[in-house]
């Protein structure tokens, strides 16, 4: 295959991951939990489809209950009201509503204005960016693969959001940044397991946890959806109740980092003050009042420096035969001393190593 038809393909794969539709009820469980936040404000719907994004559905409907001020929402590349956006149209459209008019409190189209606008709708461009400017809060779901661009813009215009990502962005460093600085943090009602979301008619199903509806719609359920937000609410500020002491034997310290290994979020030990590598799910119970916040390991190209590198090491797989990596492979992962139980290891000879997932280093307050 030449390059440029696998890029193509690739960048088709990323834009099929792109188009995951967002069920009503997910919305409908978070938006919920802020209410206050939305009294009287401008809310921006900008990589929606309007006559098909249940953002737009939910926040239409929901106009008087939270007291918007004003609901927008535009769609990409899209201006026919087909159920799966495909993109396919080079113009887009803006849908403004400023509630009910008639008093039979649902969103007619004549309450609704829908203005054609110049370019495709891109989030990026001039003519979105006014529209951006106008908003309080944006809400939506954004593409996957514009993920670090979206959320960069967002903050740029100092707006407030509430939006869905995969837990992995927080691994970029664009987003790693902003959760450092208390910029961004995880929103209420997605802490784990996966979420379903409506997928186009010509999604390939393959996955396991796949649904077709009787009208022959199709759902995927994704793991690790996550929303992303700078609108607080209370539970963040709950501390986790930590009931374990610290002892050498059961939170080792890494090989290659100055911080001790906590597997599982609600082992942290309460009586230990120095730095402590846990896994990145620790955001979704993460009190900014209960810890701060140092780094995360290196492995992405930034974060905590390791202070050893494992050049000189082989890879070896647990039966014992070598896999022909070099352990330059785990440099910046947070490495423990010794085998792995189950996976590979590292070592020189002397020395056995393995590594952990990504960590985020913490310190208790
Ligand atoms: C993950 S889907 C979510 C759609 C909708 N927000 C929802 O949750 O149901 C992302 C949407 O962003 C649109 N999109 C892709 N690139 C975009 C861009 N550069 N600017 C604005 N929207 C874009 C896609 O067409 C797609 O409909």
Not at 103 to 128: H, Q, T, V, W, Y
Not at 286 to 304: A, C, R, V
Request: charged letters at 30%; hydrophobic letters at 30%.
């Amino acid at each position: 295959m030449s390059i440029s038809s696998s890029k193509n393909l690739h960048s088709a794969k990323l834009n099929k991951k792109d188009e995951f539709y967002t069920q009503l009820t997910d919305i409908e469980k978070e938006v919920g939990h802020y209410k206050k936040h939305f009294k009287n404000k401008i809310v921006l719907c900008n990589c929606d489809d309007p006559t098909v994004s249940n953002f737009f559905h939910y926040f239409a409907y929901n106009f008087e209950k939270l007291g918007l001020k004003q609901l927008i929402t535009t769609s990409y590349k899209s201006n026919t009201p087909d159920l799966f956006s495909q993109n396919s149209e080079e113009s887009a459209i803006k849908l403004i509503y400023n509630g009910d008019k008639n008093g039979d409190k649902i969103p007619n189209p004549e309450e609704i204005g829908i203005i054609r606008l110049k370019g495709d709708g891109d989030f990026r461009s001039a003519e979105s960016i006014e529209v951006l400017k106008k908003a309080d809060i944006v809400v939506t779901n954004p593409p996957f693969s514009l993920f670090r661009e979206y959320i960069a813009q967002i903050i740029d215009y100092k707006k407030k959001f509430l939006i869905i990502g995969n837990l992995n962005a927080i691994t970029y460093k664009e987003v790693f940044k902003l959760i450092e600085k208390r910029k961004v943090w995880l929103g209420y009602s997605i802490r784990s397991g996966d979420r379903e979301f409506g997928v186009p008619h010509d999604y390939p199903l393959k996955a396991a946890g796949y649904r077709v509806d009787e009208d022959g719609n199709k759902f995927i359920r994704v793991k690790g959806v996550r929303w992303f937000t700078n609108l607080d609410y209370k539970e963040r500020h709950e501390d986790i109740y930590l009931y374990k002491k610290f002892n050498k034997k059961e939170f080792p310290k890494y090989d290659n980092y100055d911080a001790i290994n906590v597997n599982v979020t609600k082992d942290i030990p309460s009586d230990y003050k120095g730095v402590m590598g846990v896994p990145i799910t620790f955001l979704d119970r993460y009190n900014p009042d209960q810890f701060e916040i140092l780094g995360l390991s290196q492995k992405t190209g930034f974060g905590l420096k390791s202070n050893k590198f494992y050049d000189k090491f082989k890879e070896i797989r647990n039966d014992g035969s070598k896999t022909g990596s070099s352990g330059k492979k785990t440099n910046g992962n947070p490495v423990m001393r010794g085998k792995s139980n189950k996976g590979n290891y590292f070592s020189d000879g002397r020395t056995n190593v393995h590594s952990l997932y990504a960590r985020i280093f913490i310190r208790k307050k």
